[in-house]
């Protein structure tokens, strides 16, 4: 591993990973964060409890803002875990010089996303550091959750198992790409960023059996396959026709260089459903407008040990691996 910290490290991907094994697990190492779910299962498998902190730049783009990242990350890690967000904890810090009408403006977008999940800001914390210190604001959230349905693993996925995203992918990361670099031609390009915890709830409502959940934030669907695949040890192939893609973010993708596979988002999960319930899960999901192409993408098979394959549709294979280096850093 490196001596110093680079942009790599923080990529959801596999430097991301080397880092949070090498330091973190190696020092707070116990059961519970072993697991490396989305978030802990904590007091007798009742509760789901998370952190995320914000670092998103710009603070405001099309489809969201920091307030709105900020609640809906952590509501939706709780809620892969099939769990209902309740209570959220909100710390702050600010850089000297920041408009009060920014911060309320992103306040209030916290406050309509709390809504939405039906939970509540209870503690909090504030911090300001002089001009240069930080910039302009990141904010942690913390959030505890009531467990709906037990036994969402991302260590148990199998053959069993259908592979399902829930709308077409890299919205989030395409639109802070745009806005950073003052791209105005993609007027209809914007973050997938929502609360995720309505979809789960109709899955559960619905008696459909889930096996796992993960939401593709950083590193986007590529990272949450061969995080599967690793934890489960499976191997997992996806059909890349398949996959649902817009064409403005294909146009970013095909631009520059970009795999949408790799895209973040925040409004977009992936799913492991067994079979015979892929279908029935699908159909819950088409009842909401922001799922309305969510699909069947992909199998669970023993092909090759905890690797993740792309099958194109001239029959020809290829490993899709986790993503390394950076080249949105401050995504979210
Ligand atoms: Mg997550």
């Known amino acids: 591993m490196n001596k110093t910290i680079t942009l790599a490290h923080g990529n959801g991907g596999a430097e991301n990973n080397e880092l949070i094994s090498k330091v973190f697990y190696k020092a707070f190492k116990n059961d519970i964060l072993e697991k490396s779910e989305d978030a802990a299962v904590i007091h007798n498998g009742e509760l789901a409890f998370s952190t995320d902190s914000f670092?998103?730049?710009?603070?405001?783009?099309?489809?969201?803002?920091?307030?709105?990242?900020?609640?809906?990350?952590?509501?939706?890690?709780?809620?892969?875990?099939?769990?209902?967000?309740?209570?959220?904890?909100?710390?702050?810090?600010?850089?000297?010089?920041?408009?009060?009408?920014s911060l309320e403006k992103i306040v209030r977008s916290m406050k309509e996303e709390l809504k939405k999940n039906d939970a509540i800001i209870v503690s909090g914390d504030t911090k300001v550091v002089p001009k240069g210190s930080v910039d302009k604001i990141f904010i942690n959230t913390t959030g505890i959750g009531e467990i709906q349905y037990k036994g969402i693993s991302s260590n148990n996925v199998n053959e069993d198992d259908l592979i399902l995203v829930s709308r077409d992918i890299g919205a989030h990361g395409a639109t802070i790409f745009a806005a950073?670099?003052?791209?105005?031609?993609?007027?209809?390009l914007k973050s997938d960023c929502t609360s995720l915890y309505p979809q789960?709830?109709?899955?559960i409502k619905a008696g459909i059996k889930i096996t796992a959940l993960r939401d593709a934030t950083r590193g986007g669907v590529?990272?949450?396959?061969?995080e599967w695949a690793k934890q489960?040890?499976?191997?997992?192939?996806?059909?890349?026709?398949?996959?649902?893609?817009?064409?403005?973010?294909?146009?970013?993708?095909?631009?520059?260089?970009?795999?949408?596979?790799?895209?973040?988002?925040e409004g977009t999960?992936?799913?492991?459903?067994?079979?015979?319930?892929?279908?029935?899960?699908?159909?819950v999901l088409h009842t909401f407008e922001v799922a309305h192409n969510a699909t069947i993408i992909g199998k669970v098979t023993q092909?090759?040990?905890?690797?993740?394959?792309?099958?194109?549709?001239?029959?020809?294979k290829r490993f899709l691996d986790t993503p390394t280096g950076e080249l949105l850093p401050r995504i979210c």
């Open 303 to 316: 092909q090759y040990e905890q690797k993740v394959i792309l099958n194109s549709s001239w029959g020809t």
């Open 55 to 101: 670092t998103v730049s710009p603070l405001f783009f099309n489809g969201a803002d920091i307030g709105k990242l900020a609640v809906c990350g952590t509501c939706n890690d709780l809620a892969m875990m099939g769990a209902k967000p309740k209570y959220l904890t909100c710390s702050v810090i600010i850089e000297e010089g920041f408009e009060i009408r």
């Open 222 to 226: 590529s990272a949450v396959l061969n």
């Open 180 to 188: 950073r670099e003052g791209m105005d031609l993609e007027t209809s």
């Open 200 to 203: 789960v709830e109709a899955l």
């Open 269 to 283: 999960f992936v799913l492991a459903i067994p079979k015979e319930h892929a279908k029935k899960a699908i159909d």
């Open 232 to 265: 489960s040890n499976v191997c997992i192939e996806v059909e890349e026709e398949k996959i649902p893609i817009c064409d403005e973010v294909k146009g970013i993708c095909e631009m520059l260089g970009f795999e949408a596979m790799s895209l973040a988002n």
